[in-house]
């Protein structure tokens, strides 16, 4: 475990958040945002060390020994930033996606192709088998990609699938938690409404106010966020365990996957893209439970000419590639920290 300062935590404390607030942008992971910055296989191989060994230490009460072995104050500092993000961040992201699409998905289009040159850096031999897995994971991207939405379910075995299969994003780069969602059908449920109305309930009861408590639709909403929680801990403990022992074994071949998935999730991250929402037999647009929309695919397009808002387009994807090579930059001009 690295011996770091508080404005080390600090710093993690924000790299978490840019990971929590990347895995809320349908398209984008925060373990992509995690490789970037160079913290993903410590944070891969933390979850990793929740295990038998640590429950053990738990169990015979050596806590400060369990603190060490999990590396305790890393993982609070990344996870503590991304559930900030959520409540924060991604909330002005949500808004800012709302009303300048392109410009949104551009930037993080930027952020995505500069991911992809950083990345394969990382890949010690370049092969064969190494390019074969890159190839592998982009065509299961882009197949992810051009998939068709599941009607929305809050049935709770399918609401706690959605935990595992959602935190995906911050445990494989490149595929994205809050589009998996979007494929399951029940991104606005889980990532909109039931945040929304977890905030709404922690503040209501900072002033208070326990009205929420005999109101039907929040306890539901409150049953399926940690639902969903649980489903993410499982998923995110899970998958860790898989990788951490794929990137010990396999690390080439693994980080070429995962470089694939990243290229694959270009399609969704694709600027001009119109959403196309379900319709009845009258042509009108059909709601799910919450009064919104149901989203079915998107229409993808090149743009025709040099318009205004195709000039702005360019240059947000210039400053997320731009972005990119500052980041990795900063981090390479950092002194190894001795363990």
């Not at 990345?119 to 051009?146: D, E, P």
């Amino acid at each position: 475990m690295y011996k770091r300062r508080l404005k080390d935590y600090v710093f993690l404390f924000i790299k978490g958040l840019c990971m929590g607030s990347a895995n809320k942008v349908p398209g984008v992971s925060g373990g992509m945002i995690a490789m970037v910055t160079g913290i993903y296989e410590e944070f891969i191989y933390s979850l990793q060390k929740v295990n038998r060994k640590a429950l053990r230490l738990l169990w015979n009460r050596r806590f400060k020994s369990f603190f060490n072995y999990v590396n305790i104050r890393f993982q609070l500092a990344i996870n503590l930033g991304s559930a900030t993000a959520y409540f924060t961040v991604s909330l002005l992201l949500d808004r800012l996606i709302k009303h300048h699409p392109t410009q949104v998905w551009s930037f993080f289009f930027g952020l995505i192709l500069g991911s992809i040159y950083y990345i394969s850096k990382r890949v010690r031999t370049w092969n064969g088998k190494t390019l074969g897995m890159v190839a592998l994971g982009t065509a299961i991207g882009l197949c992810i990609s051009f998939m068709n939405p599941l009607p929305p379910n809050d049935g709770f075995p399918f609401i706690f699938l959605c935990g595992v299969v959602g935190v995906s994003g911050m445990t494989l780069p490149g595929l994205s938690g809050s589009f998996m969602l979007i494929l399951l059908g029940n991104y606005v449920l889980l990532m909109v409404d039931s945040v929304n109305n977890l905030f709404q309930v922690i503040t209501s009861t900072l002033r208070c106010d326990f009205s929420w408590f005999s109101d039907p639709n929040r306890i539901h909403l409150l049953q399926l966020v940690t639902i969903f929680a649980t489903g993410s801990i499982v998923g995110m403990l899970g998958f860790s365990h898989i990788l951490g022992y794929l990137l010990k074994r396999y690390h080439d071949g693994v980080t070429a996957l995962l470089i694939g998935f990243i290229t694959g999730s270009l399609g969704v991250a694709w600027p001009w893209k119109t959403p196309i929402y379900k319709l009845d037999e009258s042509g009108q647009p059909l709601l799910d439970r919450s009064g919104n929309q149901i989203l079915t695919t998107f229409h993808r397009f090149v743009p025709s000419g040099l318009e205004m808002e195709t000039v702005w387009a360019g240059f947000w994807v210039l400053a997320g590639v731009l972005l990119i090579f500052l980041i990795v930059h900063y981090e390479s001009k950092k002194p190894i920290q001795s363990p």
